[in-house]
């Protein structure tokens, strides 16, 4: 309403009969030059009862259209006995708003968190953030707690959110590294010998080949920048056991270095879950 004070002062000024009689009463006045623009011309004078009628099927339908109408409201100029009563009108819808997003984003973060991929719940908390684009700015304390308390619970969904994508982009490592290692243990088997060192010893050039390229393929995806530290140490175990089976053998460890530093191989992040 702030905006408006000008031009209520102005329509106030024209509106008080004793202001007038004044004015007309001063002699040495200038005469108002032929031309002299009208300020208040085109500006259309509302009454307080017609807000209401204006915002009834905007405030059934979606939040944004009754965020729009209620900013279309406070624009209105009103007849100067009204704009205590239009205020205290408009005061209430703008509550009303503020529950409508409030339950709105609540609903969303619940969604988000229960959210089966990521993709889902990135789009719940985008939402989230264009409705709180709509929110109105708080004019007490009473509304400045309220705001207080609905950002605290978007940024406490959001990093969940965020945990919870990491957490099942570990899971989803873990299967990548059992992967690995089982065909590890499938490739280490030679008939008749049980020692483990005089197995790595005799493993045929073919072995070192399938061992790299299972190794590769089951775990270069996987960006260790996003594991748990027990899920980090499960991954290096593993590609430890396979470059250990290279034997100290220089062009098979670049390989295997090279498998995993392939700039053609594209890092899954947990954005995807």
């Given at each position: 309403?702030?905006?408006?004070?000008?031009?209520?002062?102005?329509?106030?000024?024209?509106?008080?009969?004793?202001?007038?009689?004044?004015?007309?009463?001063?002699?040495?006045q200038p005469p108002v030059l032929e031309g002299t623009p009208n300020l208040l011309e085109g500006i259309e004078i509302k009454k307080a009862s017609e807000i209401e009628p204006f915002l009834k099927d905007k405030?059934?339908?979606?939040?944004?259209?009754?965020?729009?109408?209620?900013?279309?409201?406070?624009?209105?100029?009103?007849?100067p006995g009204d704009e205590l009563q239009a205020k205290s009108i408009l005061e209430k819808e703008v509550n009303e708003l503020r529950v409508r997003i409030e339950n709105e984003v609540g609903r969303l973060i619940k969604s988000a968190l229960d959210a089966p991929k990521g993709e889902e719940a990135a789009n719940h908390i985008k939402n989230i953030t264009l409705l709180m684009s709509l929110y109105p700015s708080p004019i007490d304390d009473a509304s400045h707690f309220r705001l207080?308390?609905?950002?605290?619970?978007?940024?406490?969904?959001?990093?969940?959110?965020?945990?919870i994508q990491r957490l099942r982009y570990n899971e989803w490592a873990i299967k990548r590294i059992q992967y690995s290692l089982h065909h590890y243990h499938q490739e280490v088997k030679l008939d008749g010998i049980n020692d483990y060192k005089e197995i790595l010893k005799r493993l045929s050039n073919k072995n070192k080949e399938a061992l790299i390229k299972k190794c590769i393929e089951g775990m270069s995806e996987i960006?260790?920048?996003?594991?748990?530290?027990?899920?980090?140490?499960?991954?290096?175990?593993?590609?430890?056991?396979?470059?250990?089976?290279m034997g100290g053998d220089e062009n098979y460890l670049i390989k295997l270095a090279n498998g995993f530093a392939n700039p053609a191989i594209k890092r899954v992040t947990p954005s995807v879950f």
């Open positions: 309403m702030s905006k408006k004070l000008f031009w209520l002062g102005y329509v106030l000024l024209l509106c008080s009969g004793d202001l007038l009689a004044q004015a007309n009463a001063v002699s040495n405030k059934t339908g979606k939040i944004e259209k009754f965020a729009h109408a209620l900013a279309d409201v406070d624009e209105w100029f009103f007849q207080d308390k609905l950002t605290k619970g978007i940024t406490d969904a959001s990093r969940r959110v965020t945990e960006d260790p920048a996003f594991l748990e530290p027990a899920v980090m140490d499960l991954y290096n175990y593993a590609y430890g056991k396979t470059r250990d089976a």
